[in-house]
């Protein structure tokens, strides 16, 4: 048994060795062996450390007291070594895990001080929530090793601090204090580590609190913003009562959306303040952007309400011109429907005499109302395309009618003679030049035509500030909507990105009328002789019509297949018509034809007088145009042309002719052509060539009844020749191509129709002759310039 030894046994047994005691065995063999090693490892022990031999082992408790041995050596300390074994082996493992729980620990917040974390609301709510289960993970793990901790150290016996005294309080046995002290370690670090995710947690949360508000505070701004842009959209005036209120209802729907918003913009706001009342590490910024989301709203709404008020103005200022502008009409229709025959006696005259008199009783508040009052009431709204001044030009007009009909009627009744003619009454001042309405050749009914005319160009006017106003109410009600993103899902899906197709260049049109033409026409109402020069001066503008009417077969085919969905009924039920979609489709073409049956009328009563040519002129450009989009329309349902038809010109004439081919040289005979069946064709000519096309049968009921043309040949018309008449028939006339390689018989169904196609095609050929001409004059222009030089150097 040994208690301390020499040097070598240092690295043997723990701690400093001071004594040497050996116990000999009892055998023979046995001591003797032990006295023979001894021996020879006496040299460790010399002069180093004290050796004691003890023969039995109750020598030892004369050196050892007994409650220091264990029974095998006579004492009374009870010992296991097994046991100390599992107690220390228990002890190192504990101390091992603790080292790892605050390795973990470590780890765990190196990852939370490291991590970048995501932009989007799913993940970082999924990464607080995996961070909040590996925290709870952790602290299970503390406190299983706390548990572990306490149940070994209840498993030694601790010294009783009242019993023990101080110096017996430092003879503690030293596992228990190990292990008490790493069970304290343990308890700092999870105090340590609760204060730091108590922290972490809460910035997580105040983190994902001002993502949500944000996303809310962008959402909000966007969608005012947005709303914002579409009601700029919306102009704060109008041209007429329907577009007024039109834009009103536009606003009034905006306003909706507004109250809205901004009630969406009020609940994020209100999140802020409770965000900043929970002293949130961002309180700067969350204060910056409540305010600025409270800005947005009462622009939104100063806005709305700004344009609703001075909209709703127009609309009264409106209403008062257009009431004024009604009077008129009226005023002009009681006198264009007054009998003059029955006027010339006295009753008859009295009678009309009272009927003004009354209308102009009834109608005093809009004929008689001051410019200067209403300049002052309404200046705020009034722009340029408010036309009071035309408005009062009409008025004075029509006062001046009437005052002229009430002198002449006075006159008649207070010389109660016999019947005269009734003519509008000289002034007293000198007399003014005539008046371009005035036709001399109708002196006795010159008052009624002059009312007409005025009414056939009020209607001209009237209708066409209906017709912009029907193009708008379109555009605005049913094309506009296809960009709805709210619309969108009741389009079917053959409807979107094809509103090109249904309107076609519709809002061309509507540019067109509403600030040139219309404006144009209103302009002539002090100045009726300028009607025609309206149209001749915009007759190229027109030509657009041509385009929408070429591309009405798609537009109709695309209607038919949608015109039963959702999308088109709630347009209507919203703009509140009567009629479908395709009603309005086909007002351009109806208005084409309207143009040229007012100018009709208009050169009915305008004869001889200043303005006539240009309404004649005027007239025959509209017919042009009417025929030009009627041929255009044939030409788009040509089949079979490999190439493109517009590189061959404009079409200038299209028909039905009977057609006899040959194709030799020299005078062609009807005797070798009657033998022949004719062909029936359908020719188109261009500029540049004359197309000949077979007309398919019209197939289809109703919408879908439609025309086709199949190409067949064409000839250049740089080679063609025509033989104005052909024996046989005077519908007939020749063309011949190359020289008469090719010769066709061409039978009109009417002798006008034929010399109408050969007018055409002389003028063709006449232009080729003169651009050929040209070309040549400048050939030889130009040889003459090359031989100058050479004649001087030679002279």
């Known amino acids: ?126 990464i607080l929530a995996l961070r909040t289960e590996k925290y709870y993970q952790l602290k299970e793990d503390i406190t299983a090793v706390t548990k572990e901790g306490n149940l070994l150290l209840s498993s030694f016996e601790e010294p009783d601090s009242e019993e023990c005294s101080q110096d017996q309080h430092h003879e503690r046995p030293g596992d228990w204090e190990t292990v008490n002290r790493l069970l304290g370690q343990l308890h700092e670090m999870e105090t340590a580590f609760d204060g730091f995710w108590e922290k972490h947690q809460l910035k997580m949360e105040q983190y994902l609190q001002l993502w949500k508000f944000e996303q809310s505070f962008q959402e909000v701004k966007n969608a005012i913003e947005f709303l914002m842009g579409q009601q700029a959209e919306v102009p704060d005036t109008g041209d007429s009562v329907p577009q007024v209120k039109q834009r009103l209802k536009d606003l009034g729907h905006f306003d909706g959306m507004a109250q809205d918003l901004i009630g969406k913009a009020q609940v994020v706001i209100l999140h802020g303040h409770q965000l900043a009342a929970n002293h949130h590490y961002a309180l700067n910024l969350i204060c910056q952007q409540c305010n600025e989301l409270r800005h947005h709203s009462d622009v939104l709404s100063d806005e709305i309400k700004r344009k609703q008020m001075r909209l709703q103005k127009t609309l009264d200022l409106h209403t008062r011109l257009q009431q004024a502008l009604q009077c008129c009409d009226e005023g002009a229709y009681l006198l264009a429907n007054q009998q003059m025959d029955k006027c010339q006696s006295k009753e008859g005259a009295q009678k009309a005499l009272q009927d003004i008199e009354k209308f102009l009783e009834n109608s005093s508040a ?28 009409k008025l004075e007009n029509v006062r001046s009618m009437f005052e002229n009909r009430q002198s002449c009627f006075k006159k008649l009744l207070d010389k109660h003679v016999r019947p005269v003619q009734l003519v509008a009454p000289r002034p007293e001042n000198p007399p003014r030049s005539k008046s371009p309405l005035f036709s001399p050749k109708h002196k006795n009914n010159t008052l009624f035509f002059f009312l007409y005319f005025s009414h056939v160009i009020n209607e001209l006017i009237e209708t066409e500030r209906v017709y912009v106003e029907e193009l708008f109410t379109v555009l605005t009600g049913y094309r506009a909507e296809m960009d709805n993103p709210a619309m969108f899902i009741l389009m079917p899906p053959m409807l979107r990105n094809r509103k090109d197709v249904l309107f076609g260049n519709m809002p061309e049109i509507y540019d067109f009328h509403n600030k040139i033409f219309l404006h ?19 007759r190229e503008d027109f030509q657009m019509y041509e385009k929408y009417c070429q591309n009405k077969p ?43 049956l007012l100018l009709k009328e208009l050169l009915k009563y305008s004869t001889s ?72 064709r359908h020719l188109f000519l261009y500029e540049k060539a004359l197309v000949f096309c077979k007309k398919r049968e019209e197939h289809g009921d109703g919408y879908d009844k439609t025309s086709s043309y199949s190409f067949k040949h064409f000839l250049k018309m740089n080679a063609v020749g025509i033989t104005e008449n052909v024996k046989g028939d005077h519908r007939k006339f020749e063309i011949w191509y190359s020289g008469r390689e090719e010769v066709y018989v061409v039978q009109a169904q009417t002798v006008d129709l034929k010399m109408a196609w050969l007018n055409e095609i002389r003028k063709i050929l006449f232009k080729q002759q003169e651009v050929i001409k040209g070309t040549f004059d400048q050939f030889l222009h130009g040889i003459h310039s090359a031989a100058e030089p050479f004649l001087f150097s030679h002279c």
Request: net charge negative.
């Open 1 to 126: 048994f040994i208690i301390s030894g020499p040097p070598r046994c240092l690295a043997s047994f723990p701690g400093n060795l001071h004594l040497v005691m050996v116990l000999r065995p009892t055998g023979f063999f046995q001591r003797t062996f032990t006295d023979i090693g001894f021996r020879f490892s006496q040299e460790d022990f010399l002069l180093k450390l004290p050796v004691v031999m003890l023969s039995s082992v109750s020598d030892l408790l004369t050196y050892i007291d007994e409650q220091q041995l264990t029974p095998e050596f006579g004492g009374t300390l009870e010992y296991c070594h097994s046991e100390w074994v599992i107690f220390r082996t228990a002890i190192e493992s504990f101390a091992l895990t603790v080292k790892e729980i605050a390795q973990m620990l470590q780890s765990f917040g190196t990852e939370l001080a490291e991590t970048e974390l995501p932009d989007d609301m799913y993940s970082i709510e999924r």
């Open 366 to 393: 809009y004929l008689n109302y001051d410019p200067q009052a209403l300049h002052y009431d309404f200046e705020s709204v009034l722009t340029s395309e408010l036309k009071i001044q035309s408005v009062q030009v």
């Open 520 to 538: 144009s026409l209103e302009s002539c109402l002090g100045a009726p002789e300028r009607v025609g020069f309206c149209f001749l001066d915009r």
């Open 554 to 596: 798609r537009s109709e085919s695309l209607w038919r297949q949608c015109s039963e969905s959702t999308f088109f009924q709630e347009c209507q039920r919203k703009l509140e018509h009567k009629l479908g979609l395709d009603s309005y489709l086909l007002k351009p073409v109806q208005r084409l034809t309207k143009y040229q």
């Open 609 to 680: 007088c200043d303005g006539v040519q240009e309404l004649q002129e005027a007239l025959v450009a509209m017919l042009d145009l009417l025929k030009s989009v009627n041929d255009s329309m044939h030409q788009i349902s040509i089949t079979g042309y490999d190439g493109d038809l517009s590189e061959l010109g404009k079409v200038l004439m299209q028909g039905s002719f009977s057609v006899w081919t040959g194709h030799r040289k020299g005078p062609t005979k009807m005797k070798d052509l009657a033998r022949f069946k004719p062909m029936q």
